[in-house]
């Protein structure tokens, strides 16, 4: 069973503070990692998409990667509250294939 | 402007009934899926189509169906069969560029059984 792990959290930030969420996966093979946010009640929105070991910023937002150890992670800086939401992390098991498997989403409040 | 859109936005069942929730897409994706998420749960796939008139299983198959007969659209019934479908379901799209699938989502419906 390929899976994706998440803190389920609540994880609780100050405003301006870094959040930092993680996310361990099971399949080696894996080539394609992504980070969702999803506000309650709504829809998930692509937030960040990474593909190679390393970092990877766009703007608050940076991505982190390690494929040795199986591990991704999103930091996010200068925390505010439209943040608190629940971030999900998702990952391609087969690569150039359509299946993905979701985390169960960490919740972040980022108290004002 | 280009999105996927998804109807209705709520939808009430009476047990024993077949339901269909749409799906429309106008970003011309080559890929289309449907998710249920539960409460405090992440998603889990239902059914994926790669291309018209075809369609793959995912890991929630039973009680579900779907249809692909044009690249906009992929609708999804709920059948008697499914024995606990209240949930959330998200319609989402993807094109396939380098071996990256980055997926876009519909704004979900929500269906209850009463």
């Known amino acids: 069973q390929k899976e994706v792990e998440q803190n389920s959290g609540p994880l609780s930030v100050p405003e301006g503070a870094i959040a930092s969420l993680n996310c361990t996966y099971s399949?080696?093979?894996?080539?394609?990692f992504f980070w969702y946010r999803q506000y309650s009640g709504k829809s998930p929105e692509l937030i960040m998409s990474?593909?190679?070991?390393g970092d990877k910023e766009d703007g608050r937002f940076t991505a982190q990667l390690n494929k040795a150890s199986q591990y991704v992670s999103l930091l996010i800086r200068d925390s505010q509250p439209s943040d608190s939401a629940t971030y999900l992390c998702?990952?391609?098991?087969?690569?150039?294939?359509?299946?993905?498997?979701f985390g169960a989403g960490t919740r972040l409040f980022v108290k004002a | 402007d280009g999105g996927i859109t998804q109807s209705p936005k709520y939808l009430f069942r009476k047990e024993g009934q077949n339901v269909t929730l749409s799906c429309e897409q106008n970003?011309?994706?080559?890929?289309m899926y449907w998710y249920r998420q539960d409460p405090g749960q992440g998603l889990r796939l239902i059914y994926y189509?790669?291309?018209?008139?075809?369609?793959q299983k995912g890991d929630i198959a039973e009680g579900y169906s779907v249809s692909r007969e044009k690249k906009e659209s992929f609708p999804l019934t709920v059948t008697s069969a499914q024995k606990n479908p209240t949930a959330f379901y998200l319609c989402?799209?993807?094109?396939?560029?380098?071996?990256?699938?980055?997926?876009?989502f519909g704004p979900g419906t929500r269906l209850t059984v009463l």
């Open positions: 189509s790669q291309i018209v008139n075809d369609f």
């Open positions: 998702a990952v391609n098991i087969v690569p150039g294939g359509f299946k993905t498997i």
């Open positions: 399949d080696r093979g894996s080539q394609s």
């Open positions: 970003l011309n994706h080559d890929a």
């Open positions: 990474i593909y190679s070991n």
């Open positions: 989402a799209s993807s094109r396939l560029v380098l071996g990256r699938n980055e997926q876009f």
